[in-house]
């Protein structure tokens, strides 16, 4: 009697799981490079203004990164419901998407930091 080698299979629930999971620290990441000004009057309020002015270029871009990751999980998660299980292909093909996904909001990141120096 011939053994067939058991197939590579999860659940979609748990690949959602790890989707979710991945683009929700992605997502969290991007906010910690902007930086909450330091005020020298707690009172003025046009000292906050400039200085939520000087975040503008760092706040557009976080807005654009934040929008970009959250178009990408939405579509993700519409695909994904035309499947009932996953298999190695789908997964690994899964994880090259959150690769290149996190990548792109990585970089960006850094691109506003390098440009808020």
């Known amino acids: ?7 590579f299979w999860i659940s979609r629930p748990r690949l ?3 989707v979710d999971g991945i683009f929700a620290i992605a997502m969290t990441l991007l906010i910690l ?3 909450v000004p330091e005020l020298e009057s707690r009172r003025s309020g046009d000292e906050l203004l400039a200085a939520i ?3 503008g270029p760092a706040l ?3 807005t654009l990164s934040f929008a970009m990751l959250a178009i990408f999980w939405y579509r993700h998660h519409r695909v ?3 499947f009932r299980r ?3 292909p789908l997964f690994l093909f899964t994880l090259v998407f959150l690769i290149g996904a996190t990548l792109v909001a990585v970089r960006l990141a850094s691109r506003r930091a390098q440009s808020a120096r």
Do not use: G, K, N, Q
């Open 1 to 7: 009697m011939t053994e067939t080698p058991e197939r």
């Open 16 to 18: 959602e799981a790890l």
């Open 33 to 35: 490079e902007i930086r």
């Open 53 to 55: 002015a000087h975040l």
């Open 60 to 62: 557009f871009s976080y």
């Open 80 to 82: 994904i419901h035309f």
């Open 86 to 88: 996953v298999d190695l």
